[in-house]
């Protein structure tokens, strides 16, 4: 990511604690700051790693407390994969493609299609205006589905 991308996005954050009246600790920085060097996909236990191979102890409840603040400004995305799986995702990133989630397994693909995203970037809606837009696709991963040809279901 480029440093004004960086920059621009730490202060959305700080604004958008201001607005709140939330503090502005280390912490929500730091972990910020970590999330912005994951290239897609991660989930808390990835982030809490991350943050501990650098070095930098934070509790999981100030971790989820941050991911929600994150959610709230709209700097992240929260992927809610399926029961068991949540992924994030910076909402920069998640705006340029669609996911495939397998039913089965969990396993998440992202797709590019431009001809999708300009569609729906044109879609004209009465009385809404639309920020971001997340698009999920259900179905077999081709892992899944060779293993249900192969038991004969
Ligand atoms: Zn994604
Ligand atoms: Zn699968």
Redesign the pocket.
């Known amino acids: 990511m480029e440093a004004k991308e960086y920059t621009e996005m730490r202060n959305l954050l700080t604004g958008y604690l201001a607005e709140k009246k939330l503090r502005r600790t280390e912490e929500r920085y730091m972990i910020f700051q970590n999330i912005c060097s994951f290239p897609?996909?991660f989930d808390v236990c990835m982030l809490h790693q991350q943050l501990e191979d650098n070095n930098y102890h934070v509790s999981k409840a100030t971790l989820y407390n941050t991911l929600e603040i994150l959610v709230d400004a709209g700097l992240i995305v929260r992927?809610q994969i399926n029961t068991k799986i949540v992924q994030y995702?910076l909402r920069k990133?998640?705006d340029t493609?669609l996911?495939l989630i397998c039913t089965k397994c969990g396993a998440?693909r992202?797709l590019r299609d431009s001809t999708l995203k300009t569609d729906v970037d044109n879609l004209k809606i009465a009385r809404f205006t639309p920020e971001y837009c997340s698009l999920y696709i259900y179905g077999l991963c081709s892992k899944c589905k060779y293993r249900m040809q192969r038991s004969g279901r």
């Open positions: 897609g996909h992927h995702e990133l998640a493609h996911h998440v992202e």
